[in-house]
C-alpha cells in the first residue's frame, strides 16, 4: 500500500495552465479599493451586463418550485430553435455548449487524434495552446508580423503541410488586436479543403453582416464558434453555440456531455434572444464608446490605440511611459484592471476593454494620472 496521490497524465503534469483573470474583488482588495470604485475591463465582458428582461426571465423560472429539479434537455432543442431565430440556420446546424470554450475543446477532441494539428496564428487567443496541450495535439504557429497583420502564404503554406490531422484556429475579430480575417484568406483556406474553426466571439461589434456563416452551406469544413458572454453580458452563466455542417453536428451531439447546457444557462439565453434588438441598441452605444476611447487614447502621449472592431482596444505603450505590465500595475493602483500577456510579440501593450459610456471620463482621467 501507497501513501502517494494517483497522478495525472504525464503530458498534463508538465503544463502551466491557462491564465484567466482574477475576480473583480480580489483585484479591488489588493488595490485597497471597493469594487464598485473600480474599472473591470479586463475580460471584455458587456460593461452594462444583463438585460433586464433576462433577470426577469430568470427571476420568473427560478419562482417555479420544481426549477433546477430536474435535466435540462440534453438535445436542447428549445435553445437551438431560438438560436436558429437568431441566426437564420436551421437548427440542424446548431449545437450550444457552456461557453464557446467547451465547444472549442469538444471539436477538437472529436477531430482530431492526439498528434493532430492546430494551426493558429499568435498573438491570439490563449484558450488555443492550452487546448492543444491538454489534448496532446501540435501547435503550428504562425505568428503575425510586428504589426499584427495575418501572414497570408506562410498560413496557406502551414495548413496544407500539416496533413488531414490539422484545423485550422482563427478569431475574427482577433483577441487581442481587434481586427477582423479577410474574407479572401478565409476562402483560400477552404478552397484548399482546410478545416477551418473560425471563432467568432466578438462578431456583434463587428457586425453581424461580418460573419462569415453565409460560407457553411458551401464549405462543409467550416465551422463558426460564438458566444453569449461578450454581447449578451452572461458570462457568469457559460452559454455559446457553434454553427456548423449538420451531420457534424450529429457526431457532436453524440459525444458532448449529455447535459451540459445548464437550465439558467438556456433560459437566459432565449430571452437574449428574444430582446437581441434592445441588446443591440448597447451594442451600439459600445460601439460608439469605443471609437470615442480610441480617439482619446489617441491624444494621450505615450499611447498608440490599434483600430478594433470588437469591444476591446489593444494599446501600444511607447518605451519611455514603460512595458505594458508596468503601466497595467500603475492603473490598476488607481482601480483600472486591464490585461496584459507573456508573448514576447506583446510585451509593449495593453488590452482594455470598453467601459459603459459614462465611465469614459473616469477611465481617461485616470489614465492620465498615472503618465
Given at each position: 500500500m501507497t501513501s502517494d496521490p494517483p497522478r495525472v497524465r504525464r503530458?498534463?503534469?508538465?503544463?502551466?495552465?491557462?491564465?484567466?483573470?482574477?475576480?473583480?474583488?480580489?483585484?479591488?482588495?489588493?488595490?485597497?479599493l471597493e469594487p464598485e470604485d473600480c474599472l473591470k475591463l479586463d475580460a471584455n465582458e458587456n460593461p452594462y451586463g444583463m438585460h433586464p428582461r433576462v433577470r426577469e426571465a430568470l427571476a420568473q423560472a427560478l419562482s417555479d418550485p420544481g426549477f433546477g429539479s430536474i435535466y435540462p434537455d440534453p438535445n436542447q432543442a428549445s435553445l437551438r430553435q431560438a438560436l436558429s431565430r437568431y441566426t437564420g440556420l436551421d437548427p440542424s446546424m446548431i449545437l450550444a455548449g457552456a461557453g464557446a470554450d467547451e465547444l472549442l475543446d469538444l471539436?477538437?477532441?472529436?477531430?482530431?487524434?492526439?498528434?493532430g494539428a492546430v494551426v493558429t496564428c499568435s498573438p491570439g487567443f490563449g484558450m488555443y495552446p492550452f487546448l492543444a496541450d491538454i489534448n496532446e495535439l501540435r501547435l503550428i504557429d504562425v505568428p503575425r508580423d510586428e504589426r499584427f497583420m495575418l501572414r497570408d502564404d506562410m498560413l496557406l503554406r502551414a495548413a496544407e503541410t500539416s496533413g488531414r490531422d490539422a484545423v485550422v484556429v482563427l478569431t475574427s475579430p482577433n483577441n487581442p488586436s481587434g481586427d477582423m480575417i479577410p474574407r479572401e484568406l478565409l476562402l483560400a483556406l477552404l478552397n484548399r479543403g482546410a478545416t477551418v474553426m473560425l471563432d467568432e466571439a466578438y462578431i456583434e461589434f463587428a457586425g453581424m453582416d461580418a460573419s462569415a456563416k453565409d460560407l457553411l452551406t458551401e464549405f462543409p469544413r467550416l465551422i463558426v464558434m460564438r458566444t453569449f458572454s461578450k454581447w449578451a453580458g452572461?458570462?457568469?452563466?457559460?452559454?455559446?453555440?457553434?454553427?456548423?455542417?449538420?451531420n457534424l453536428v450529429t457526431d457532436l451531439i453524440k459525444v458532448k456531455q449529455p447535459y451540459n447546457v445548464n437550465q439558467a444557462a438556456e433560459i437566459a439565453g432565449i430571452a437574449a434572444i428574444d430582446n437581441a434588438a434592445e441588446i443591440g441598441a448597447q451594442i451600439d452605444t459600445i460601439r460608439d464608446t469605443r471609437d470615442q476611447l480610441f480617439e482619446a487614447l489617441r491624444n494621450v502621449e505615450g499611447l498608440t490605440p490599434l483600430p478594433s472592431r470588437a469591444n476591446f482596444i489593444l494599446i501600444?505603450?511607447?518605451?519611455?511611459?514603460?512595458?505594458?505590465?508596468e503601466l497595467h500595475d500603475r492603473l490598476a493602483a488607481v482601480g483600472v484592471f486591464t490585461r496584459t500577456y507573456s508573448d514576447p510579440l506583446l510585451t509593449s501593450y495593453l488590452r482594455i476593454s470598453v467601459p459603459r459610456a459614462d465611465q469614459l471620463d473616469t477611465l481617461i482621467q485616470r489614465i492620465g494620472a498615472v503618465l
Open positions: 503530458h498534463l503534469a508538465r503544463l502551466s495552465g491557462y491564465a484567466p483573470v482574477v475576480p473583480l474583488a480580489e483585484r479591488a482588495r489588493i488595490a485597497g471539436a477538437l477532441r472529436a477531430l482530431l487524434p492526439p498528434g452572461i458570462a457568469g452563466l457559460r452559454l455559446g453555440y457553434a454553427l456548423a455542417n449538420p501600444r505603450v511607447d518605451p519611455n511611459v514603460g512595458t505594458g505590465r
